[in-house]
């Protein structure tokens, strides 16, 4: 297929990136600096302080981040985590594996968590609450922190698609006890691989998080307790650091892309589009998605991927729906409804204004027609 507009564009990302990253790859491996070097300490220090923590903690990927949290916490059996069921499956599994029980609340007329459905959802057992900053957008954090205090819960914050955006002014991923991140290719902060961090103010848990993703391991020689192998690949720290420094410049790129797609489909009658980038005066979304919805989801996709448009359905099935889980027995109507409706539109810093305006006038004519 030749697309006019890729849903990711990884070549023309390494095309650009090239002529000044491709010494920075050089360099550390003729260093040698390949497991746990100063390029991974480096860039922890300057993740912290763009994250708005004290401590950032590499790790492999951000569901082991949240593998090493569950652990850290101790969480297992009678145990009771909330989160949604509109998310990846990994806000959820390195739980359930430890044998806590999956309390899921339904979202929202903007796709998150429906903070006003958690107080009904929290109970003794709740350990964990889970917001998924989805899309790049923060959850009502005033509300989260509200039912944790309710029943002494502590907050995980799912950042792994906000890193950079934030809520009453306070970054996303700063609110709870600890947030996630990944650097899987295609999110806000992609690396040339897996990889991930788990931020956090807590000395004594980032610690912990530093010997446990080490096998357990504290100096040279000394074991914390049992642990697993979850480290940062030292080359790819070096290359995140040197896109961190560049995240700033490519948030603003993806709000002005938004810009343009709000201003070109707002009028659509059976569309409904995000909440604009200047919509919002209690949020700064930094756009990881451009997520539509319609009721013609389906034919919408076929007549953009017949004007070489490629487009991404994340997720057609809630994970209540997914029978392996287990998950069954929960009513989420909203979820349910929104993943038969949710489309999501290219967005990446390398667009081209035009890219995004030839996507819009395809959207525009299926409509018109
Ligand atoms: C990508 C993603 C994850 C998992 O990240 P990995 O780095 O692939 O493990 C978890 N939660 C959400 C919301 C994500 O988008």
Redesign the pocket.
């Known amino acids: 297929m030749d697309w006019r507009v890729r849903f990711v564009d990884y070549p023309e990302q390494w095309r650009r990136q090239r002529p000044e990253l491709l010494p920075v790859i050089e360099d550390t491996i003729a260093r040698g600096d390949l497991m746990l070097r100063q390029q991974l300490r480096d860039f922890e220090e300057h993740l912290a302080r763009f994250g708005g923590t004290a401590r950032a903690v590499g790790v492999s990927?951000?569901?082991d981040g949240l593998r090493l949290l569950a652990h850290a916490l101790d969480i297992g059996p009678g145990d009771e985590v909330v989160s949604v069921a509109h998310?990846?499956v990994?806000?959820i599994s390195p739980f359930a594996l430890r044998g806590a029980t999956p309390v899921l609340v339904d979202i929202g007329d903007d796709h998150l968590m429906d903070t006003d459905r958690l107080l009904d959802a929290v109970t003794e057992r709740t350990r964990v609450i889970i917001p998924?900053h989805?899309n790049g957008r923060t959850v009502d954090m005033n509300a989260v922190r509200k039912a944790a205090d309710t029943c002494g819960a502590v907050i995980v914050e799912?950042a792994?698609?906000a890193l950079g955006a934030t809520f009453d002014g306070r970054t996303a991923g700063t609110f709870g006890l600890a947030s996630t991140y990944?650097?899987?290719p295609a999110?806000m902060l992609g690396a040339l691989g897996?990889a991930?961090a788990v931020l956090t103010d807590d000395d004594t848990l980032a610690d912990r998080l530093t010997a446990l993703r080490d096998h357990g391991r504290i100096g040279k020689s000394d074991l914390d307790g049992w642990g697993y192998n979850c480290r940062l690949d030292n080359l790819q720290a070096a290359i995140l650091d040197w896109r961190l420094a560049r995240l700033p410049e490519w948030i603003e790129r993806r709000r002005h892309l938004a810009r343009i797609y709000t201003k070109l489909l707002s009028d659509l009658p059976d569309l409904e589009i995000p909440v604009g980038p200047d919509a919002d005066p209690q949020r700064r979304d930094v756009f990881q998605n451009y997520v539509i919805t319609s009721d013609w989801r389906t034919p919408l996709a076929e007549h953009l991927r017949d004007d070489g448009v490629e487009t991404m359905v994340s997720w057609p099935v809630p994970l209540h729906r997914q029978p392996g889980l287990g998950l069954g027995h929960h009513r989420l109507p909203r979820t349910e409804e929104l993943c038969d409706r949710v489309l999501s539109l290219p967005m990446y810093p390398e667009l081209a204004d035009e890219q995004v305006e030839y996507v819009a006038a395809s959207i525009r004519r299926f409509f018109e027609r």
Do not use: E, M, R
């Open positions: 990927n951000c569901t998310t990846f990994a806000t998924v989805l799912d792994a698609q990944s650097f899987y999110k897996d991930g």
